[in-house]
């Protein structure tokens, strides 16, 4: 089983930039894509962006593109996402998930 912490949340205004990271511990073996999600109240959760643990390779929403970065540290087990140019629609709690395992999430708040 693998265990997903997230960080890096906070409230930011809008134009901002948020770095979220999420370390990954236990079976690390089975990682293979890790993917951040985000929901925001009364919606489902989305996703946002990959990375395959093994080849680097990236996956993006469309929401996202060209805002978002995700980026990957074999040797911390870390998977980070940097955001920028956020919008009050990116306000949401953040997960990330690998393996059917998911973090508690943290939440990203962008005001107007």
């Known amino acids: 089983q693998v265990q997903l912490v997230e960080s890096g949340g906070g409230l930011v205004q809008a134009g901002g930039s948020l770095r979220l990271t999420c370390a990954v511990s236990?079976?690390?073996?089975?990682?293979?894509?890790i993917r951040w999600f985000r929901q925001a109240p009364g919606k489902d959760r989305d996703f946002v962006a990959g990375?395959?643990?093994?080849?680097?390779?990236?996956y993006y929403a469309d929401s996202v593109r060209g805002r978002f970065t995700i980026s990957r540290d074999t040797g911390m087990n870390t998977v980070s996402l940097q955001m920028n140019s956020l919008k009050p629609e990116d306000t949401a709690v953040y997960y990330c998930?690998?393996?059917?395992?998911w973090g508690q999430g943290t939440q990203v708040t962008v005001s107007s």
């Open positions: 998930t690998c393996a059917n395992n």
């Open positions: 990375i395959d643990w093994s080849s680097g390779t990236k």
């Open positions: 236990g079976r690390t073996s089975s990682m293979n894509l």
